[in-house]
């Protein structure tokens, strides 16, 4: 596998997000369970954010003083086109944990928790899954048609189930979990498991786990391929998406409360999988510029969203029914004797 990630790159990475995590968890037990405000969650949104880039800037720094200044670009830009690719679809994914904390009815002050530790078990799958991704493609150039096929594939049913909700009674691991083991119908705080009457009963924050985590899985074999359309270099796919990811349980509470805003972007994030996978079948016939990638990308992603804003803004604009009947009699008694 060919990277530009030396020894003591993967390592210093490594070190980074090991205490990046532990400063979270630090901070979330320092603070207890409580409800993270808008303002809370912008700041470490921004925080997150500004990390990535400080990251990136020191790579195009190292690579441009001992690579040269075209190679420094080019990875910059990779690794730029492929956190923006990731954090696109992981609003995507925000959504999904909105419908599952929402039918759960999960307390606000419980989803950080269930949060970080899906974000944790979503660190450690992709670390995996980019890894036995870079040796299979290494070995199997052939793949790449095959992610890139699959990419296609999944961004025309991304386009055709866009604005359908997932009914999560019918979610066939909430089956299961329902045949196999007791479960309470309340919290218990942020306890998995409690003992009734010598009985062990698994609290519904277990279940929301559970089906976090199957979450992730199910986003991951999406979004993996679909950044090794960009790169294969597997330092660039695995620290654009851990620092993709990091940034998840923050974005997650700024977003919570205005996901019909976006109600848009599944249709930007479709053709952004089309337009990716048919850049991976063409790959040995003609390459897409990384900066025209970047730009496609980023285009049909901001579009999306704004129009989302637009749509959502007129449509707020437009009197509801209740006020139209409302307006009717009003104009109705006055045009009367």
């Known amino acids: 596998?060919?990277?530009?990630?030396?020894?003591?790159?993967?390592?210093?990475?490594v070190v980074f997000v090991v205490l990046a995590i532990a400063v979270?968890?630090?901070?979330?037990?320092?603070?207890?369970?409580?409800?993270?405000?808008?303002?809370?969650?912008?700041?470490?949104?921004?925080?997150?954010?500004?990390?990535?880039f400080v990251f990136v800037a020191l790579l195009w720094w190292y690579l441009d003083s001992s690579q040269g200044r075209a190679v420094a670009n080019t990875v910059s830009m990779q690794f730029?086109?492929?956190?923006?690719?990731?954090?696109?679809?992981?609003?995507?994914?925000?959504?999904?944990?909105l419908?599952?904390?929402?039918?759960?009815?999960?307390?606000a002050e419980s989803q950080k928790r269930a949060l970080i530790i899906g974000i944790i078990g979503a660190i450690v799958l992709r670390a995996i899954l980019i890894i036995a991704g870079a040796w299979l493609l290494a070995k199997f150039h052939w793949l790449l048609y095959v992610f890139g096929a699959f990419l296609v594939v999944t961004g025309i049913k991304m386009w055709l189930t866009a604005g359908k909700d997932p009914d999560i009674e019918m979610n066939p691991v909430l089956k299961f979990l329902k045949k196999r083991i007791n479960i309470t119908t309340q919290f218990h705080g942020e306890k998995l498991s409690i003992m009734v009457n010598g009985v062990k009963?698994?609290?519904?924050?277990?279940?929301?786990?559970?089906?976090?985590g199957t979450t992730d899985v199910i986003f991951a074999v999406d979004s993996i391929p679909a950044i090794f359309a960009i790169t294969n270099d597997p330092f660039i796919v695995l620290t654009a998406n851990i620092f993709a990811i990091l940034g998840l349980r923050a974005l997650y509470f700024l977003l919570a409360d205005l996901a019909d805003?976006?109600?848009?972007?599944?249709?930007?994030l479709a053709l952004v999988l089309v337009f990716i996978g048919t850049k991976m079948l063409m790959i040995d016939f003609y390459k897409i510029p990384i900066g025209i990638a970047l730009a496609v990308t980023a285009s049909l992603i901001g579009s999306s969203m704004l129009i989302s804003i637009w749509s959502s803004r007129k449509k707020a604009d437009e009197p509801s029914l209740w006020q139209k009947e409302i307006e009717h009699e009003t104009k109705v008694q006055k045009e009367q004797p």
């Open 80 to 97: 730029i086109t492929g956190y923006l690719v990731e954090k696109s679809l992981s609003v995507d994914n925000i959504f999904v944990f």
């Open 24 to 52: 979270d968890l630090l901070v979330m037990e320092k603070q207890g369970a409580h409800k993270v405000t808008m303002k809370e969650a912008a700041w470490w949104s921004v925080l997150w954010f500004s990390l990535s």
């Open 201 to 212: 009963y698994f609290t519904p924050l277990f279940v929301v786990l559970i089906l976090i």
């Open 261 to 268: 805003r976006f109600h848009l972007l599944p249709y930007g």
């Open 1 to 13: 596998m060919e990277t530009i990630g030396t020894w003591w790159m993967w390592m210093g990475f």
């Open 99 to 107: 419908m599952i904390f929402t039918y759960f009815a999960v307390p």
